[in-house]
């Protein structure tokens, strides 16, 4: 391992998800980077939100979403990660699924590390699941976690 990817999500079991990633990442001396991915969806629901604020006077832009994400990703690896532990953090807009493989490909990752649910193969096969995907789609390693707090 020398580049890895970790997908930060808001929830809890993203904490321990980054600090497995990052004791891995220290230990061979990988270059740690960690991404959260905003959706379109949400993207738009934001803006929308702050557009029906009457005297609200802001442009909220991909610019501004893609620096809360990127702000979202630090956040978790200074609380998770102590000083010892190197990281980058990045933010994008889009699809989950292509954004996390194209931002891979981007920074030459050879290891992606994602929570993921915990589904039955036929609720994988019905709702879809994004570790599957990436599972399937990565051109190398991919450190699964899941917890029951879902």
Not at 15 to 32: F, Q
Not at 86 to 111: K, M, N, W, Y
Not at 120 to 141: C, N, T
């Given at each position: ?7 930060i ?50 442009d ?23 000083d ?67």
């Amino acid at each position: 391992m020398e580049r890895a990817l970790v997908v930060i999500e808001p929830k809890e079991a993203t904490k321990e998800l980054v600090s497995e990633a990052g004791t891995l990442a220290a230990g061979v001396g990988a270059e740690l980077l960690l991404l959260h991915v905003t959706t379109e969806e949400e993207f738009q629901s934001r803006k929308n939100s702050l557009e029906k604020i009457g005297d609200f006077d802001t442009d909220y832009g991909i610019d501004n979403a893609q620096r809360g994400a990127e702000q979202f990703a630090h956040k978790i690896g200074k609380d998770v990660l102590d000083d010892t532990v190197e990281f980058s953090s990045l933010g994008r807009i889009g699809d989950p699924q292509r954004t996390i493989l194209r931002t891979a490909d981007e920074f030459d990752v050879d290891h992606l590390f994602i929570h993921g649910k915990q589904r039955s193969p036929a609720g994988k096969a019905v709702f879809g699941d994004l570790a599957q995907a990436l599972i399937l789609e990565f051109d190398g390693p991919v450190t699964v976690t899941t917890s029951k707090e879902e």
